[in-house]
């Protein structure tokens, strides 16, 4: 599921993955913007333009191996009125329009004509549109900073632990990359995301 894409399905991935890292960070930042902080709006972020929301390196890992990252949408939990929830549901945001994307996918093909799902290009850009944004929720899960899974476990980490896990927000990136590298990622992702696809999508779009 993880392997390098062909020329054809990689150009067919590129508005999939445009769509993906950017509904996920306006996810985050609409979400922080409704709890009362304007930061991301001020910033120019609370936008479904793509380029406002791009970091190269990220979107170039989510195209050739299915998940990856955005430039973080600003916020500023000091105008939260319960902190703790509203970090939750903020961080959980992006996630969700991710899964959210994915399902509506999914219910789109199942009134789609069959001559319209054997044009190649369809059923690729489909295919492509729910394993990216499955990829992209379930690595954005992943308790590491700085992924939004790191600040979903925020609020029942005891003091002493929380310390330590804000030290390690410096070299999350290395572990990240690391984790990649030994592929310990693709092994722990590859069955979280081939579940969720195989109940997103119906059997005759199945390819894995």
């Known amino acids: 599921m993880f392997g390098f894409p062909s020329l054809p399905i990689l150009l067919l991935s590129v508005p999939a993955v445009l769509w993906a890292i950017t509904f996920h960070e306006f996810c985050h930042g609409y979400a922080s913007y409704k709890l009362g902080d304007p930061t991301a709006y001020i910033r120019g972020r609370l936008t479904l333009n793509p380029l406002a929301h791009l970091d190269p390196m990220g979107a170039l890992m989510l195209l050739l191996f299915r998940f990856g990252w955005a430039k973080p949408v600003p916020v500023d939990p000091r105008y939260y009125k319960n902190p703790k929830r509203d970090i939750f549901i903020v961080s959980i945001a992006g996630v969700?329009?991710?899964?959210?994307?994915?399902?509506?996918?999914?219910?789109?093909?199942?009134?789609?004509?069959?001559?319209?799902?054997?044009?190649?290009?369809?059923?690729?850009?489909?295919?492509?549109?729910?394993?990216?944004?499955?990829?992209?929720?379930?690595?954005?899960?992943?308790?590491?900073?700085?992924?939004?899974?790191?600040?979903?476990?925020?609020?029942?980490?005891?003091?002493?632990?929380?310390?330590?896990?804000?030290?390690?927000?410096?070299?999350?990136?290395?572990?990240?990359?690391?984790?990649l590298f030994l592929g310990v990622l693709q092994r722990i992702m590859t069955p979280i995301v081939g579940l969720v696809y195989h109940i997103v999508l119906p059997s005759y779009m199945w390819l894995f």
């Open 96 to 179: 969700t329009g991710n899964i959210i994307t994915a399902i509506l996918v999914g219910l789109i093909v199942r009134f789609l004509p069959v001559a319209v799902l054997k044009n190649f290009a369809v059923f690729m850009f489909i295919q492509m549109m729910v394993l990216i944004n499955i990829g992209l929720a379930v690595f954005n899960l992943i308790p590491i900073p700085p992924l939004d899974g790191s600040k979903l476990i925020y609020p029942i980490l005891p003091r002493s632990l929380l310390q330590k896990y804000f030290w390690l927000e410096r070299y999350g990136m290395f572990v990240l990359m690391a984790l």
